[in-house]
């Protein structure tokens, strides 16, 4: 897969970037653990990309499990670990809608990604892609032209793509790699 720093990454966060707890939520930041895989592939991903940007369901803090300011201590304690290892987010969009049906914003509906693109204005969904670790995922990248990539962090697919897919691998430094060995040649 040839890119250039013209591209742009959108990354889900539970299971792709820290450890997803199925159904569960990460409450707090004390919560909050990457997967070892993720440091050094969002150091790689830093060199391939001129924007990356984590988009996110977080409907636990409208259900009351947890609140907004749990989210955004979660979110920077994400910024601290990925930043000093050589990483780089640019903008963290959250959805805190309960209703997927009435949802402009919640997965698989693609308004986290308009507003990024309102917000950086180079963002061209063709070359864009989208990681994330479920359906609706690859459905919200879809929906906008984008590359998609599944992360089976759960080891539940076997490899298996569906028709939503492009890419599947089993972690985020696994698809660093390939870019990596891909754009080297």
């Known amino acids: 897969m040839l890119i250039d720093n013209t591209w742009t990454l959108f990354l889900d966060r539970d299971g792709v970037i820290n450890i997803d707890t199925p159904g569960d939520y990460c409450r707090n930041a004390d919560q909050f653990h990457l997967f070892e895989t993720t440091l050094p592939a969002m150091k790689l991903f830093n060199d391939f990309f001129c924007k990356i940007v984590v988009v996110t369901n977080q409907r636990g803090v409208s259900k009351g499990i947890m609140t907004e300011e749990d989210l955004k201590g979660i979110h920077a304690k994400m910024m601290s670990l990925v930043i000093p290892a050589g990483g780089r987010i640019d903008k963290i969009y959250y959805c805190l809608d309960m209703d997927a049906e009435t949802s402009t914003h919640r997965k698989p509906k693609p308004g986290m990604a308009y507003d ?70």
């Open 116 to 185: 990024a693109q309102r917000d950086f204005p180079s963002i061209d969904f063709i070359k864009s892609i989208m990681i994330g670790n479920n359906i609706s995922d690859m459905q919200f990248g879809k929906a906008v032209g984008m590359t998609t990539v599944f992360i089976d962090d759960r080891k539940e697919r076997g490899g298996i793509k569906s028709e939503e897919m492009d890419f599947i691998f089993d972690n985020l430094l696994e698809f660093a790699h390939l870019l990596k060995v891909s754009n080297e040649k």
